[in-house]
C-alpha cells in the first residue's frame, strides 16, 4: 500500500517570505538569510533540488497549496509562524501569512502564532490574545535564540512564563520551540533544550513540543522527552537526513522509539524550505530499524502501527483534531 492511504497530518509548514523587500537594512541581514536557504540546501532530498529556481523569496499560498497538498499525500497541515525579526522585518514566515494560508485553505490547515518577548515587549501578551481571537491560532511556535543580546530562556520566570500563562489562559496547551540548528551568527548554546525542563516541570498541563530533535543536542533532548511526559518530540526536517547522514538519521530514529515512544513523537516536514513532502514521508513509511541497532542498542524494530501514529495520529491527539475516516489515496 506504501504510505498512500496513510492519514498525514503535517505538524510544521511554513509561508516563508525570505524576499530581499523582507530583509531589514543591516550588514549581516543576507548572511542569516542565506544560511537558513543553505541549511534547506545542504540537506534537501535529491528530487527537491531542483524544482525551484530559488527558495529565498516570498512564497505565494498557491506554490505552497501546490508544494505541500498537490505534490504529496498529505490530508492536513499546521502552519507555523516564525518570530525571528533578527534579518526580517516581518519574521521569516510572518503571522499574516500563516494566517492567510490558513484562511485560504481552512478545510486543511490550522494556524499557529507567534511572538517573541525581546522584539514585541510587553505587547506580547496581547499579540497572543488577538491571534488567538481574531485569527484562531491553535498553537504557538518560540524561537528564544537571538543575536544583539535578545536570547531569553524558555525557563525564565519573568519573561517566558507569563507567556505560557496566558496560552493557556486564551484555551491553548500545546506550545512549540525550535531548538538546535542554529541560524547565521546565533549563540548556538541559547538553543540548548535544557531550559524547557523546569518549564515542563511548572506547567504540567501545558504539552512542549521541541523540534528538529534540537540537533546537535540530540542527547540532551532525548533524555528529557523520555523523563518528562508531557515533552514531545518533532521530527521536523530529520527525515532528510536519511540522503546525507543516513547512520545518525536511523541511530537517532531508534533511540527516540525507544526512550520516548512512538505516543510522542511528530512528522514535520518542514516545507516550504525543504520542498514537497512526498520523498521524506516515503522514507519515513519504508523505514526499518537496521537488525544490528536492534542488537548492540536494543533498539525496538519501528512498526506500521508506529508509523501511523507518527504521520498523523499523534498530533490530530494534540490538536484536538477528528480524523477523516477516508483519506487521499
Not at 519573568?158 to 486564551?170: N, S
Not at 542498542?297 to 501514529?309: A, N
Request: charged share 25%; proline share 6%.
Amino acid at each position: 500500500m506504501g504510505v498512500q492511504g496513510v492519514f498525514v497530518f503535517d505538524c510544521v509548514i511554513h509561508a516563508y517570505n525570505m524576499a530581499d523587500a523582507n530583509l531589514l537594512d543591516r550588514s549581516d541581514a543576507q548572511q542569516g538569510r542565506d544560511s537558513i536557504v543553505g541549511l534547506g540546501a545542504q540537506t534537501r532530498a535529491p528530487a527537491n533540488q531542483d524544482l525551484y529556481p530559488t527558495f529565498a523569496k516570498d512564497w505565494s499560498l498557491e506554490e505552497l497549496e501546490d508544494m505541500v497538498f498537490g505534490r504529496s499525500v498529505t490530508d492536513l497541515a499546521m502552519a507555523q509562524t516564525v518570530p525571528i525579526f533578527d534579518w526580517f522585518k516581518d519574521g521569516f514566515a510572518p503571522v499574516q501569512a500563516q494566517y492567510e494560508f490558513a484562511s485560504a485553505y481552512p478545510d486543511r490547515v490550522l494556524f499557529c502564532g507567534g511572538v517573541d518577548p525581546s522584539y514585541h515587549g510587553a505587547a506580547a501578551l496581547d499579540e497572543m490574545q488577538r491571534q488567538v481571537e481574531e485569527m484562531g491560532a491553535r498553537s504557538f511556535k518560540f524561537y528564544n535564540a537571538h543575536i544583539d543580546g535578545k536570547s531569553w530562556r524558555c525557563d525564565d520566570e519573568a519573561v517566558a512564563y507569563p507567556l505560557y500563562e496566558q496560552a493557556m489562559r486564551l484555551g491553548i496547551d500545546v506550545v512549540q520551540f525550535h531548538k538546535g540548528l542554529p541560524f547565521g551568527d546565533q549563540n548556538m548554546e541559547d538553543l540548548r533544550p535544557n531550559d524547557l525542563q523546569k518549564a515542563a516541570r511548572d506547567f504540567p498541563d501545558l504539552r512542549f513540543v521541541i523540534h528538529h530533535l534540537a540537533l546537535p543536542y540530540f542527547e540532551e533532548c532525548c533524555s528529557i522527552a523520555a523523563r518528562f511526559p508531557n515533552v514531545y518530540l518533532a521530527i521536523s526536517g530529520i527525515v532528510a537526513m536519511w540522503f546525507t547522514r543516513r547512520r545518525p538519521f536511523l541511530t537517532q530514529m531508534g533511540q527516540i522509539l525507544d526512550e520516548v515512544g512512538a505516543d510522542r513523537i511528530l512528522w514535520g516536514s518542514e516545507a516550504a524550505l525543504m520542498g514537497p513532502p512526498q520523498p521524506y514521508l516515503d522514507v519515513l513509511w519504508d523505514l526499518e530499524i537496521p537488525d544490528d541497532l536492534q542488537e548492540d542498542y536494543g533498539f525496538p524494530q519501528i512498526t506500521e502501527e508506529d508509523k501511523r501514529k507518527i504521520l498523523g495520529l499523534n498530533f490530530a491527539r494534540l490538536m484536538r483534531v477528528d480524523i477523516p475516516a477516508t483519506t487521499r489515496s
